[in-house]
T-cell receptor, first 115, second 111 residues
Framework: NAGVTQTPKFQVLKTGQSMTLQCAQD?????MSWYRQDPGMGLRLIHY???????DQGEVPNGYNVSRSTTEDFPLRLLSAAPSQTSVYFC??????????????FGPGTRLLVL | GNSVTQMEGPVTLSEEAFLTINCTYT??????LFWYVQYPGEGLQLLLK?????DKGSNKGFEATYRKETTSFHLEKGSVQVSDSAVYFC??????????FGGGTRVLVKP
């Protein structure tokens, strides 16, 4: 198993550009989520999905869109990048919310710099 | 709402020293508590967890006890190694796999 994979590892954008951060998992997990990591603030939940076709907002969803057309993939879209979106982005997955205290598996992260 | 507060770093230690990282939380309901570790250049890995009051989580020589009366989940290790250098995150979950993280504590262990 590759686990949770993310691409790209690093990206530089100009303000106003758009891009998609890719996330895939091969563990047949129902639950997937995106977090951003900023210094001193830990990780904050952006969006999450409890299964294919179902997404919902987390703590900091503004400026980001997601979709979940398959169980395996959960891309994060920035429609018009802003410097405030400079961060490290982590994708995570777990078996599902019906099971208590599920272990979440994190990808290696995407470092994004918006100029 | 839910929140997690942990001590700011960096924490610098010598090898074989005792490590404590404080973590306190505020939550509605009865949360599960976690410690995650992030090694340089990597994603987060679950280190240990506790799901109810007085539970003790342990892994790789690290321990943490769920203290409901003090709303705390302090991480301890009796003798650290250079390989323990990492960022440690305390987190809680109340429902639906959504985690609330603390700000992280960077630990540097010197030989």
């Amino acid at each position: 198993n590759a686990g949770v994979t993310q691409t790209p590892k690093f990206q530089v954008l100009k303000t106003g550009q758009s891009m998609t951060l890719q996330c895939a998992q091969d563990m047949n997990h129902e639950y997937m989520s995106w977090y951003r990591q900023d210094p001193g603030m830990g990780l904050r939940l952006i969006h999450y999905s409890v299964g294919a076709g179902i997404t919902d907002q987390g703590e900091v969803p503004n400026g980001y869109n997601v979709s979940r057309s398959t169980t395996e993939d959960f891309p994060l879209r920035l429609l018009s990048a802003a410097p405030s979106q400079t961060s490290v982005y982590f994708c995570a997955s777990s078996r599902g919310t019906r099971l208590p205290q599920e272990t979440q598996y994190f990808g290696p992260g995407t470092r994004l710099l918006v100029l | 709402g839910n929140s997690v507060t942990q001590m700011e770093g960096p924490v610098t230690l010598s090898e074989e020293a005792f490590l404590t990282i404080n973590c306190t939380y505020t939550a509605t309901g009865y949360p599960s508590l976690f410690w995650y570790v992030q090694y340089p250049g990597e994603g987060l890995q679950l280190l240990l967890k506790a799901t109810k009051a007085d539970d003790k989580g342990s892994n790789k020589g690290f321990e943490a006890t769920y203290r409901k009366e003090t709303t705390s989940f302090h991480l301890e290790k009796g003798s650290v190694q250079v390989s323990d250098s990492a960022v440690y995150f305390c987190a809680l979950e109340t429902a639906g796999n959504k985690l609330t993280f603390g700000g992280g504590t960077r630990v540097l262990v010197k030989p």
